[in-house]
């Protein structure tokens, strides 16, 4: 997309385009992102890998294990920030928003379909995550012994809706940063100093 930095207009569309990248194209920065959330007072972030993004909704979906202390975490106070730098690109985008957890309704059974067996068998890890544990040999994945769909009860799905974007385009001409922000379905749009 030329040009997209001369108007708030296409730096969404810019930013649209390279989060919708993430889903499908495993080389895109954006397919991994860090989501940071909230560990009680403290801020905890880690990498996801970017399942769906609906752009009508702004919904961005990832998947995790429904055990992993985070879920409560996030159940606790679900704001959320997530952040991905495309280093080819140079666009940095951050987007505020919730999370909504998800776990054995009709959203987790249609993203439980369509995850490849590969993927479900992390499900399967007989206790649960961030557990401490003396050897982590007992914990690794025997792929002959499991039973992959006996995962789906561990599985959980996170929506995160974001209600701001913030877009940085590092050109060396001048810095580009703009601000979308949506109350309701209207948007508001700024520049802001880079
Ligand atoms: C490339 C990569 C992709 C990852 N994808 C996910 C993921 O999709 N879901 C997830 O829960 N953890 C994922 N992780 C692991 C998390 O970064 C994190 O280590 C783990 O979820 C424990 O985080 P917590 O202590 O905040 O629960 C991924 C890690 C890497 C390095």
Not at 4 to 24: H, P, R
Not at 71 to 85: C, D, F, G, P
Not at 112 to 117: D, H, P, S, V
Not at 128 to 155: A, C, H, L, T, W
Request: net charge negative; hydrophobic share 35%; charged share 30%.
């Amino acid at each position: 997309m030329k040009d997209f930095e001369n108007s708030l207009d296409t730096m969404l569309e810019k930013a649209f385009l390279t989060i919708s990248s993430g889903v499908d194209d495993a080389k895109s920065y954006f397919h991994t992102p860090t989501v940071c959330t909230f560990e009680g007072q403290d801020i905890s972030a880690r990498t996801v890998v970017l399942r769906d993004f609906n752009e009508q909704e702004r919904v961005l979906r990832f998947h995790t294990d429904q055990r992993s202390p985070k879920i409560s975490q996030i159940k606790e106070n679900n704001n959320a920030t997530v952040h991905a730098y495309d280093q080819e690109e140079k666009i940095q985008i951050r987007l505020k928003g919730s999370i909504e957890v998800h776990h054995q309704d009709s959203v987790t059974e249609k993203a439980w379909e369509n995850t490849r067996e590969m993927s479900k068998e992390c499900y399967s890890v007989k206790d649960s995550p961030s557990k401490k544990i003396d050897n982590p040999v007992e914990f690794d994945i025997d792929k002959n012994q499991i039973d992959r769909e006996m995962g789906y009860e561990n599985f959980a799905v996170n929506l995160f809706t974001f209600q701001s974007l913030e877009i940085l385009y590092l050109k060396r001409a001048g810095h580009r940063r703009a601000i979308f922000e949506w109350l309701n379905n209207d948007v508001k749009k700024n520049w802001l100093i880079p």
